[in-house]
């Protein structure tokens, strides 16, 4: 059982260039979300996905755009990259909260970005 | 809005010590709170959480933390601390009274076992 799986691990783009993060999880869960982890600053939701065919902004969405692209999987796109990005992402997903579920998030082992 | 605050960057403590991870907490309606771990260049895993019921409540790897509604805080505890257990801990609150499963997670407080 794979859990959270997210590609690529580490990357390193120029300032302008584009780049895809991709996430799937195996859990049969409704909930998706993407966080930047910096230092001294914890985790900072990007965007989520409550269920399928749904997207939300989170906390910090400027320069991301994201895909729930079916239950499975959520990916993170960066346009046009720059250096402010440059960070640790974390993909994670739930069963959606509610009734007896109260959404403790799955996490992947994260992707590397660097920014030059 | 919710938020958390972890008010302490690092805790050291000796191995066989008692430790604790302190958090505090705002949200509006009833919190949700979970802690979780980090190793480094790990993905965070889930420790425990706190729903209703007893303040007390147990976890992974013989953590516990404790509820206090008066005091909005809910601080993470372990009677004998292990060198292995060195990692990075992050408090999240999550307002059940909604299905939005947002969590909003505290800065994380660094944990350090010493021999």
């Known amino acids: 059982n794979a859990g959270v799986t997210q590609t690529p691990k580490f990357q390193v783009l120029k300032t302008g260039q584009s780049m895809t993060l991709q996430c799937a999880q195996d859990?049969?869960?409704?909930?998706m979300y993407w966080y930047r982890q910096d230092p001294g600053m914890g985790l900072r939701l990007i965007y989520y996905?409550?269920?399928?065919?749904?997207?939300d902004k989170g906390e910090v969405p400027n320069g991301y755009n994201v895909s729930r692209l079916n239950k499975r999987e959520f990916s993170l796109r960066l346009e046009s990259a720059a250096p402010s990005q440059t960070s640790v992402y974390f993909c994670?997903?739930?069963?959606?909260?509610?009734?007896?579920?109260?959404?403790?998030?799955?996490f992947g082992e994260g992707s590397r970005l660097t920014v030059l | 809005a919710q938020s958390v605050a972890q008010p302490e960057d690092q805790v050291n403590v000796a191995e066989g010590n008692p430790l604790t991870v302190k958090c505090t907490y705002s949200?509006?309606?009833?919190?949700?709170l979970f802690w979780y771990v980090q190793y480094p260049n790990r993905g965070l895993q889930f420790l425990l959480k706190?729903?209703?019921?007893?303040?007390l409540v147990k976890g992974s790897y013989g953590f516990e933390a404790e509820f206090n509604k008066s005091q909005t805080s809910f601080h993470l505890k372990k009677p004998s601390a292990l060198v292995s257990d060195s990692a990075l801990y992050f408090c999240?609150?999550?307002?059940?009274?909604?299905?939005?499963?947002?969590?909003?997670f505290g800065d994380g407080t660094t944990l350090t076992v010493k021999p």
């Open positions: 706190y729903i209703t019921g007893d303040n």
């Open positions: 859990m049969n869960h409704n909930s």
């Open positions: 996905s409550a269920s399928e065919g749904t997207t």
């Open positions: 949200v509006s309606g009833n919190p949700y």
């Open positions: 999240a609150v999550r307002d059940g009274g909604t299905n939005a499963g947002k969590s909003t």
């Open positions: 994670a997903s739930t069963l959606k909260p509610g009734g007896s579920n109260t959404g403790e998030l799955f």
